[in-house]
């Protein structure tokens, strides 16, 4: 079993940090919250490219690696110990589940689900669990959570239509990680949020079979003795358990909301046998849609040019 050995990944907001959580308890397996570096480290590659001491500090530097929870010296001793830059990422997970005392390692970083391909490509043998949530409730937690300089809150269609902005990112990212995880066969599952929610025993027992490993029942108690009812914590922040409602959208998102996020992604919506709440959409808000969907394009092409030229380093829409 080769690390990394497991990269859990969604559109934000889906519940990523949830099934990370369960899937760190396991006793065999230590997963990583958010270092997001591995696709940032090899930016403008389309595979495996040699180390160089250059890579190395362009991945020590990156602002979230220190999430990985490997000290800058450890990191230094596993690239002294590849010489490549896959080789370099699978001996610091190793290192990782070495520190923390289990066999194997992986990642939780939701906006991977748009770089299967390329990740694929370096780790073979790696799982990849993609969790899928009611685009409508990740609406919701989004528009909470995003700012100017967070997450979907940096494009600038947000300041005027934020509902679209998030409807055209929940698309965005699943449809993605759907076309690119099929051709994976056995190494990709999609997970649904809400059944996770209902049922967590069945559905991590059903992962386990599909990652091959053991069920642990230590993974349904990954909020023992972290939980706090502090005032004012987010659901996340508080380490709640699976908890049904804390977004619902029949009751907490407004109707003309509603009808705008399903004209620009109800079709997804359908396919994936989420009810919608409009079978007809009326012209004035089908007409806004057809608005937003050129304006979210080129800024996506925008940000692709800037990438490729390595003038942001931070372009992607990670939260942070």
């Keep these: ?31 990583a919250n958010d270092p997001h570096f591995i696709e940032y480290g090899i930016r403008g590659e389309d595979g495996d490219v040699p180390l160089t001491a250059k890579l190395v500090e362009r991945v020590l530097s990156y602002r979230t690696f220190g999430r990985l929870g490997l000290s800058v010296e450890e990191a230094r001793a596993a690239a002294r110990r590849a010489t490549t830059y896959a080789e370099f990422v699978r001996t610091l997970f190793t290192a990782l589940a070495t520190k923390r005392n289990k066999p194997l390692a992986g990642e939780k970083t939701p906006h991977y689900v748009r770089f299967l391909p390329l990740l694929h490509g370096l780790f073979p043998q790696a799982r990849f669990i993609h969790i899928i949530r009611d685009g409508r409730d990740v609406a919701l937690s989004t528009l909470e959570w995003a700012r100017p300089d967070r997450g979907p ?31 994976l066969g056995q190494l990709y599952r999609e997970v649904r949020y809400e059944a996770l929610l209902e049922d967590p025993e069945t559905i991590l027992r059903e992962l386990m079979d599909v990652i091959e490993l053991p069920f642990a029942r230590e993974m349904l108690d990954y909020h023992r003795g972290k939980t706090r009812r502090d005032p004012g914590l987010t659901p996340k922040d508080a380490w709640l358990p699976p908890t049904l409602g804390l977004r619902d959208w029949r009751a907490q998102m407004a109707l003309e909301d509603v009808e ?61």
Excluded: K
Aim: aromatic share 8%; proline share 7%; charged share 25%.
């Design 1 to 31: 079993m080769a690390n990394p050995y497991v990269f859990v990944v969604g559109c934000p907001r889906s519940g990523t940090t949830l099934l990370q959580r369960m899937l760190d308890s396991h006793p065999l397996l230590t997963v």
């Design 153 to 183: 809150g940096r494009f600038r269609l947000w300041a005027s239509e934020p509902v679209a902005v998030c409807a055209l990112s929940w698309r965005w990212h699943v449809a993605t990680g759907r076309r690119d995880g099929s051709p």
């Design 260 to 320: 705008l996020f399903e004209a620009l992604a109800g079709d997804l919506l359908s396919s994936l046998g989420y009810e919608r709440a409009f079978s007809t959409i009326t012209p004035e808000v089908d007409a806004l849609a057809s608005r937003c969907r050129p304006a979210w394009e080129r800024e996506l092409r925008t940000r692709r040019r800037r990438a490729a030229s390595r003038l942001d380093p931070f372009p992607a829409l990670e939260a942070r």
